[in-house]
């Protein structure tokens, strides 16, 4: 159902479409543990337009290529002429006639939307300040893992900064029919335009979505606490000022005393121990947030098998 198709946002999804990602995630998953090929791009080729740097987007991505049978082309603005003020569409199309596939990574969601205006191939968007779609769907994945595939019956609590995560947060919970709170101080909530879109969703679904600026409320009888970063990669000089308005939404052992008792805490890292989450917290969920870092490499191979593949 998405071959041929761009991923710029979970909300763009079917529910059809939302579920096959996270079915095929998981297949792939278990025939990489077991040792069987599946190389379904096979001769395929991505190009990774990285003008933000990450760690683990483009490790998985490259190793998922390499997985699925293709190759990926790094591609930083250094190499390319849009370092340089070439027009996102020339690039668009230049690339489309080399290319299977285009994942970005990049600040201003506009990009992302002009690059795959342009393009004739699929465009995956692997960040923008906006939305976050690849790490969601991920962590949906993990969810199931650790908390079994109904996730209709979960309640999601997001604690901290509003930002990119939490509107991807919104799109993904509304799409599962989950209950997703998210505890931001007031002038930090989601992006309205996502909210309203997200509210749409979920009356699809059956999905509760709400917002509220106590984070002790939001994390009463929570099964999923997750956090990210309270200064994203271009805030660091608000790092300092940051720090005094989201000391109260450090989750710690106090904060989780409200959730449920076998609740888990993910993070989509790197993570500032201390921060935004303590380190006994961080360490007493380790095992499940770096299942949340290895589900990268699957769910981004299923969304490049889904996309790209024949």
Not at 66 to 72: D, F, S, T, W
Not at 243 to 267: C, G, S, T, W
Not at 293 to 309: F, S, V
């Amino acid at each position: 159902m998405l071959k041929g198709k761009d991923l710029l946002s979970i909300h763009d999804l079917s529910l059809d479409e939302f579920h096959e990602i996270l079915s095929l995630a998981k297949e792939l998953k278990a025939m990489q543990k077991a040792g069987v090929q599946h190389h379904i791009l096979e001769g395929k080729t991505l190009g990774m337009i990285f003008e933000k740097s990450s760690t683990r987007t483009r490790v998985s991505f490259e190793t998922g290529m390499y997985q699925l049978g293709g190759q990926a082309l790094f591609l930083s603005n250094r190499d390319l002429q849009l370092g340089r003020g070439e027009p996102i569409k020339d690039t668009a199309r230049v690339l489309s006639r080399y290319l299977d596939g285009i994942m970005i990574r990049t600040y201003g969601h506009d990009r992302v939307e002009e690059l795959a205006k342009w393009a004739s191939v699929p465009v995956i968007n692997a960040l923008t300040d906006l939305l976050h779609p690849c790490q969601v769907l991920t962590d949906l994945l993990t969810i199931q893992e650790h908390k079994g595939s109904h996730l209709s019956d979960l309640k999601m609590v997001y604690v901290g900064d509003g930002n990119n995560m939490t509107n991807s947060y919104l799109y993904g919970a509304a799409k599962a029919g989950m209950t997703f709170v998210a505890a931001t101080p007031p002038d930090y909530r989601p992006d309205p335009t996502v909210v309203k879109n997200a509210m749409e969703d979920a009356k699809e679904t059956g999905a509760t979505l709400s917002l509220v600026t106590d984070p002790h409320e939001a994390v009463k009888d929570a099964d999923i606490v997750v956090t990210d970063t309270w200064a994203s990669m271009g805030q660091e000089a608000e790092h300092d000022a940051r720090k005094k308005i989201f000391a109260p939404y450090q989750v710690n052992k106090e904060l989780l005393a409200a959730a449920d008792k076998r609740v888990i805490v993910m993070h989509c890292l790197p993570a500032y121990r201390g921060e935004e989450i303590t380190e006994d917290v961080f360490e007493a969920n380790a095992d499940v947030i770096f299942d949340e870092a290895e589900n990268r490499l699957h769910t981004q191979k299923a969304i490049m098998a889904l996309t790209m593949g024949d």
